[in-house]
C-alpha cells in the first residue's frame, strides 16, 4: 500500500511538472506577441532590448519544450520527437514573425514648412563615449540659439533626440549609407539643409567639435555631384565638453558661426530660383578675406569655392565671347584653389573637368568640325572615364561623370573627332536610375536627353523622340523639361505627327510658365518659344498638310 502511494505522488509530480513546462514553454512562445501589444499601446521598444527580450524568450522556450520531449515524448521514435521540434520552433518563430510583421512603424518626424529650414540632426562622437544626453542638449542649444540669429523666413529645429543618422560614419570615406539616410530625413522633414558634427575629447579634458553641413540634391538641380556632407574646419574648446562653461563656451562658437551659415543658405536658396548670378554675388561675400575670420565652421571656405565656381559656370553658358571665356576662368580659378585633401576636393576634380570641356567648345560653343580643341577633349573624355570607375568618388559623382562623359563623347563624334562605335549609348546606359542615391534620377534624365541629341544628330528621329520622351518621364526640372518638350516637338513634326508636335508645344509651354513662377525663366523667353513653335508648326502645316 505505501509503494502505491509513493508511485502515485510521483506520478502526480511528474504531471504537475509537465503541465507547468508546457505552460512556461507557452508562454514563452507567446512573448512576442506579448511585445506586440506593449508596442501598440505607444510604449515602442528600442531594438537591443528587443533583441534580449526575444533571446530570454528563446532560452526558455527550448528548456520547456526539451523538457516536455524528454517526459512525454522519451518512448516515443525519433521522428516523432523531431516533428514536435518542429513544430515548437514553428510556433515560436511565427510568433516572432508576428511581432515584426505587424510590429507599428516608429512615428513620423516633424514636417517644417518654412522658406529656408534648417534641422539639426546632433553630434556623434568620435569614439563613442560621450553622454548622448549631453550631445543631444547641445543639439537643442545650438538650434534655439541659432532660431533666434535667423530671418524669421527660416525655421530651425532639432532632431537630435529624435532621428538617429550614422553621423560617426562621417570621419570615413564611405559615406553612401549615411548620405542615403540623410537625404530620407531630409525629404521627410523638408529641411533644405541638415547640420551636424563630430564630436572628441581627448584625456586631459579639451573638446574638439567638427561641425558638418549637409546639402539637399534638389538645392543645386543643375550640379548634384556638389550635394552631400561637408566637414568644416575643428573648433577647440578647452574646458570639458558636459562641464557648464565648456558647454557655454561651445554654444557661444557655434552661436557665432550661424551668420555665414545663414548666408550660405540664402546663396543656396537663391541658386535654387534660378538666380545664379546673385547667388555668386552673396558667395563672394563669404569669400570675402575681411569675413573669413568669421566664416569657418559649417561653411568650409573650400565649399564656398565650390558652389562659386558652378555659379560663375552656369552664368558663362548663357553668354557668348569674352564675357563667357572670362566667368569660365573665373570658375577653373576656383575649382584650383580648392585643396585635393578636402571633402570637396574630389567634387572640384569633377567640376574642372567639365569646366576644361566648355572651354574646348571654341568661341562658336558648338561641335562643330575645327572649332573644337580636340586634344582637350581627348584628355577630357579619358579623365572623366577614369572618375566613373573611381569607387573613391561618391556615386552620385560617379554618375555625373558618366554623364559628362556622355557629352564630350557626343561632341567629340559630331566634331567628327572620332566615329560613332557606340560609346555615347554605352555611357547613357550606365546612368541608370536609383531612388536610394539622391539626384541620379534628374541625371538619368539629362543622360536620356544626351542620347536623343546624339541619335538627332545622326538622323534617327524615332530613337531621338524615344530618348526624350524617357528624359520626359523622369525629369523634375521644368527648364528642362521646357526645352525637352520642345525638342519632342519639332522632331515629331519633321516626321509629320502634327498631333504630338502640337501636344508637346503646349506641354513646353507649361513647363516655361512653371519656370517663370520659380524665377528660372523670363516672359521674353516664353515669347520668343511662342513664336518659335508657331513657326515650326506652321512649316509643317504647310509641309505636311494641315490634317495630319
Same mark, same amino acid.
Given at each position: ?17 509537465? /503541465?507547468?513546462? &508546457? ?11 506579448? +511585445? ?10 528600442? @531594438? ?9 524568450? +528563446? ?69 563613442? #563615449? ?8 547641445? *543639439? ?17 529645429? &532639432? ?74 574646419? @575643428?573648433? +577647440?574648446i578647452p574646458s570639458g565638453w558636459e562641464s557648464a562653461q565648456g558647454r557655454a563656451q561651445l554654444s557661444a562658437e ?16 537663391? /541658386? ?21 575670420? &568669421? ?5 568650409? @571656405? ?7 565656381? #558652378? ?32 571633402? *570637396?576636393?574630389?567634387?572640384?576634380? +569633377? ?13 562658336? #560653343?558648338?561641335?562643330q568640325p575645327g572649332t573644337v580643341q580636340a586634344g582637350e ?76 541629341? #546624339? ?94
Open positions: 500500500m505505501p509503494e502505491h502511494s509513493t508511485d502515485a505522488s510521483a506520478d502526480g509530480e511528474n504531471s504537475v511538472s509537465l /503541465w507547468l513546462w &508546457s505552460l512556461l514553454g507557452v508562454f514563452a512562445a507567446c512573448m512576442p506577441c506579448a +511585445l506586440l501589444v506593449v508596442e501598440k499601446s505607444g510604449s515602442a521598444l528600442p @531594438p537591443v532590448p528587443l533583441a534580449l527580450a526575444i533571446l530570454a524568450a +528563446l532560452a526558455g522556450y527550448v528548456v520547456a519544450v526539451r523538457v516536455v520531449v524528454a517526459e512525454k515524448f522519451a518512448q516515443r521514435s525519433r521522428w516523432s520527437r523531431i516533428l514536435v521540434w518542429l513544430a515548437a520552433a514553428g510556433l515560436f518563430f511565427g510568433s516572432v514573425a508576428a511581432l515584426f510583421a505587424f510590429r507599428p512603424p516608429p512615428p513620423p518626424l516633424h514636417r517644417m514648412s518654412g522658406v529656408r529650414d534648417v534641422a539639426v540632426v546632433g553630434f556623434a562622437g568620435y569614439n563613442g #563615449h560621450q553622454d548622448k544626453r549631453v550631445l543631444s542638449d547641445v *543639439a537643442a542649444d545650438f538650434a534655439h540659439a541659432m532660431a533666434g540669429r535667423l530671418p524669421s523666413a527660416t525655421a530651425v529645429r &532639432s532632431y537630435a533626440g529624435e532621428a538617429s543618422l550614422p553621423l560617426a560614419d562621417l570621419q570615413g570615406t564611405r559615406r553612401s549609407g549615411l548620405e542615403r539616410k540623410t537625404a530620407k530625413f531630409a525629404d521627410e522633414t523638408n529641411a533644405e539643409i541638415v547640420v551636424g558634427g563630430l564630436v572628441s575629447t581627448d584625456p586631459a579634458g579639451q573638446t574638439t567639435l567638427r561641425p558638418a553641413v549637409f546639402v539637399r540634391a534638389d538645392q543645386v538641380p543643375d550640379a548634384p555631384e556638389l550635394t552631400g556632407w561637408f566637414l568644416g574646419r @575643428p573648433l +577647440l557655434l552661436t557665432r558661426l550661424i551668420s555665414p551659415l545663414a548666408t550660405f543658405v540664402d546663396a543656396l536658396d537663391t /541658386w535654387r530660383t534660378g538666380s545664379p548670378a546673385k547667388a555668386a554675388r552673396i558667395l563672394q561675400g563669404l569669400l570675402d578675406p575681411k569675413q573669413q575670420s &568669421s566664416t569657418g565652421g559649417f561653411v568650409p @571656405p573650400d565649399l564656398i569655392r565650390l558652389f562659386h565656381g #558652378h555659379a560663375a559656370e552656369m552664368q558663362a553658358i548663357g553668354e557668348t565671347g569674352p564675357v563667357r571665356q572670362k566667368l569660365l576662368e573665373a570658375a577653373r580659378a576656383d575649382y584650383r584653389a580648392i585643396s585635393r585633401d578636402s571633402p *570637396a576636393g574630389r567634387r572640384a576634380e +569633377l567640376s574642372l573637368q567639365f569646366n576644361t570641356y566648355l572651354r574646348a567648345l571654341g568661341p562658336t #560653343h558648338q561641335c577633349l581627348a584628355q577630357v573624355a579619358q579623365a572623366l572615364h577614369a572618375i566613373g570607375k573611381n569607387p573613391k568618388f561618391t556615386e552620385v559623382g560617379r554618375l555625373k561623370a558618366t554623364l559628362n562623359l556622355a557629352q564630350v563623347e557626343t561632341c567629340r563624334i559630331t566634331a567628327r573627332l572620332v566615329r560613332d562605335d557606340g560609346r555615347v549609348e554605352r555611357a547613357v546606359a550606365a546612368v541608370r536610375p536609383d531612388p536610394d542615391i539622391p539626384g541620379s534620377v534628374e541625371l538619368h534624365a539629362l543622360a536620356e536627353s544626351i542620347a536623343a541629341t #546624339h541619335a538627332a544628330g545622326q538622323g534617327d528621329l524615332a530613337a531621338a523622340i524615344r530618348h526624350i520622351q524617357v528624359a520626359v518621364k523622369y525629369g523634375r526640372d521644368p527648364g528642362h523639361r521646357a526645352t525637352w518638350h520642345g525638342l519632342l516637338a519639332r522632331w515629331s513634326l519633321d516626321r509629320c505627327d502634327l498631333r504630338t508636335g502640337r501636344t508637346a508645344q503646349q506641354d513646353a509651354l507649361i513647363q516655361l510658365a512653371a519656370a517663370e513662377q520659380a524665377g528660372r525663366a523670363s516672359t521674353e523667353r516664353i515669347r520668343k518659344y511662342e513664336q518659335l513653335f508657331d513657326e515650326e508648326l506652321r512649316q509643317a502645316e504647310k509641309r505636311c498638310g494641315a490634317a495630319r
